[in-house]
Every structure is written in C-alpha cells, then in structure tokens.
C-alpha cells in the first residue's frame, strides 16, 4: 500500500513539471527573438615598447551586426609610424579584422591614438573608436659604467714654485711689449697696405655632388662600422647642404625636426621624400644596429643622386641667390677694407 502511494505521488509532480516548462515556452516563444549583441571592438597590440625601426602588429577586432562604411588608412597616425601594409579579414558575418603592421621611427615614447571606425546598423549610423595604447621607447645604446679611480695622494713640495711662475709672467709681458714697439716702428717707417682677401663662392649643389661622387667611387663598406660611417657622410653631405640652401641648423637636428622645417619652407614634395628616405636609413644604421647589404648601399647611393637631380631642379633660383647675397657682402667688406686702409695711409703719409 505505502509503495502505490509513493508511485502515484511521483506521477503528479512529474505531470506538473512537464506542465510548467510547457507554459515556459510559450512565453519564449511569444516574446520572439532575442535581439544580437550590439556592436563591440576590440584593440590588439603584439608588443609594448619599441626601438628605432621597430614592426608594431596593431589588430582591430569588430563584432555585432552592422556594415563597415569605413576604417582608418596611414594618415590616421602619428609621422613617427610609418604603414608598411594594411589588411582586411572578415572572419564572419558579424565578425571583421583589420590589420595593420606598422615601423616606428622615434626616439621617445609613442602613443596609439584612438582610431575612428564607421558602420552601419539598423538603427543608423554609428562609430566605435579603438582604446589609446602607449607604448615605451626603449634605447639600443649600451649602457656602460666606468669605475671610479680612487684618487692619487697629494705630494708636499719641499720648494715653492710661485716666483719661477711670477717670473714667467713677466717674460711674457716683457715680450708682448717689444713686439709692439717693434710692429709701431716699422709702420712709422714704411706704409704697408693689406690686400683684402676675397672669399670665393661654395656652389651647395656642387659640393653636394662632390661628396655623392666621393662615396660612390669609394669602397663597399665590408663590416658594420664602415656601413655606419659610409651613412652617416651621406646623412650629414644632404644635413649641410639643407643648412647651407634652407637657413637652418639641420647638422643638430633630427630626421623628423628636419622633415618639419622642410614641410614649414614649402620644400617640394620629391625632395622630403628623398630627405626622409636617406637619413630614415641613416638612423636605423647608427640607432637600431641594422646591418644593410650591398645592394643597398647602391640603393642609398642611387637615392642621394636622385635627390641631387631633384635639388638641381627646384633649388637652382634658391642658391643663385644666395650667391648673389655673398657677392654683395663680399663688395661690402672691400669697400669697408679700403677705406680702412686709406685712413692708415693718411695718417701715415699727413
């Protein structure tokens, strides 16, 4: 008896159960469809610092349902990061990735500025924008610490050397006074003109082209620090000839400041192109300890010529003028030393 009790009271709450999640799904079903995540992105950086000629592999990640109308291209970022590729994959129907490889060329730290995405969703149009990544400059120079030398003992000196050295003096003043007289002497005696020494012209274009010329008649560097010397005399050949023709100190300054002022000048845009290739080159020599081949020391060679043709073809009214300048001060200072030495001769000859 007790166990058709037990059988028929298991029975109920099973019917009961069953009727309950029967109600449940119902309820889902008239509620229709649960609506789609709303969109979301999601920023991916390989790495967190960065050395001069660095690769960065930034990925953007887009989920949800929308349309992408557009996404950020190279101007969206920093001079410092140059874009070597950019790619699209579209995972799936509501997944996107866009992938950039960048290559940083600073020398401090960078940030990764928030990048502006648009789409297209049944609601409108929408933008999502990545997060802000910095990243931290790291140096490639060696850090190297010299040890203190302890210092030797002081001697005492039996003998005092004041007078020998008050004595010196004394010669030398000695001295200074007799060439004096002499030098007035020998003016009262005869007038003596100086001819005034004219400073020829230094063509920059031309002392461009001897240096190139230099370099290329020379020999392939063989081992690393002929590779950065045979760089850093181009660097600084193109660095002279900018501070010569544009009027400023391009020798003290770096690849991006120089690129800067260029830009400030209303410089063409072949020759910063040409500037930026050079010396970014130079840089990754000296700074990233990168080891270029052979090829590319012609490379380099061949892009210092084109940037001489180029200088030739917009800078030649820029320099003959500055030839013009130096003529001009140069016939200022002659009529400067003549007349100086016509008022020497005057009061030599009353």
Sequence with gaps: ???????????????????????????????????????????????????????????????????????????????????QNQQRFQVTANKDSIAYTLQYFGVEDVVLEPLEFKLSTTDGDTTLRTSRVPLFFKTTLASQEEELRPLKPIFDFARAFWPYILGGVILVLLGIAIAKYLKERTQEDTFMPESFQNQPFINPLDQLEKDIVSLQSGTTPANREEFEEFYVRLADSIRLYLKRVYDFPALEMTTREIITELRRDRASAELIRDVKKVLNDADMVKFAKFNPASDQVSEAIRTGLDFLETARSVDTERVEYLEFQHNEKQESLQQMHNKEQQKLREEFEP
């Design 1 to 83: 008896m007790k166990v058709n009790i037990s059988f028929r009271s298991l029975t109920g709450l099973l019917s009961k159960s069953a009727s309950f999640l029967f109600v449940t799904c119902l309820i889902c079903i008239s509620a229709g469809p649960v609506p789609l995540l709303a969109q979301q992105i999601h920023t991916i950086v390989d790495v967190d610092s960065v050395r001069v000629g660095d690769t960065i592999n930034l990925s953007v990640v887009l989920e949800g349902n929308y349309s992408l109308l557009e996404y950020p291209d190279a101007e969206a970022f920093s001079e410092d990061l140059e874009v």
